[in-house]
């Protein structure tokens, strides 16, 4: 596979949460955990950043071999893709967003309630529906949509909160591209 500083991975979701991801959100996706390529590292790896429990991180791709793992890139000029990942370094010391959850709990109960005023009956959540406001903190997702949101790219629509159907509707809507093994 012939990727680049800047493609996006993104590991099959399992567990509780990657359930309810695939249930309660539409566009549909399995893709859970998301990361941001780096730089080469070594004989075929990558140095990746992601935000983990502790917040941002810096670690090796190889980490993840054996994972179902899937990668994007997105669909701008090579120069701001390989800028994008070096733009996350300035959220070095960004914690995790734990309280993003509790928001997005609150955000779902909301949309729900919305969706059932207006168009009487429930139907899957779009990341549209929900509010979503950046702060000092990063989950996953975040991270790579500020990545690029730094380099004066939208992978995901301003205002959307970055979950991972938000990055199926960039897939959907042509701001990213999956990278097929080669």
């Known amino acids: 596979m012939n990727l680049q500083p800047g493609d996006i991975g993104a590991t099959k979701g399992e567990g509780f949460l990657g359930w309810i991801n695939r249930k309660l959100f539409s566009p549909t996706t399995d893709r859970f955990h998301f990361l941001i390529l780096w730089k080469p590292w070594g004989q075929g790896d990558f140095l990746i950043l992601e935000s983990i429990s502790k917040g941002l991180a810096v670690g090796l791709l190889s980490w993840y071999k054996g994972k179902d793992m899937e990668f994007y890139r997105v669909n701008c000029d090579e120069d701001l893709r390989a800028a994008a990942p070096d733009a996350l370094v300035e959220w070095g010391r960004a914690r995790y967003d734990y309280l993003l959850f509790i928001k997005l709990l609150v955000g779902v109960l909301v949309a729900l309630a919305k969706i059932l005023w207006k168009e009487h009956k429930l139907r899957k959540l779009r990341a549209e529906d929900l509010p979503y406001g950046?702060?000092?903190?990063?989950?996953?997702?975040?991270?790579?949509?500020?990545?690029?949101?730094?380099c004066g790219v939208a992978v995901i629509s301003l205002g959307v909160i970055p979950i991972p159907s938000a990055f199926k509707t960039a897939e959907l809507e042509g701001r990213i591209t999956r990278i097929e093994e080669r």
């Open 134 to 150: 950046v702060n000092s903190s990063l989950i996953c997702t975040e991270a790579c949509d500020v990545a690029f949101d730094s």
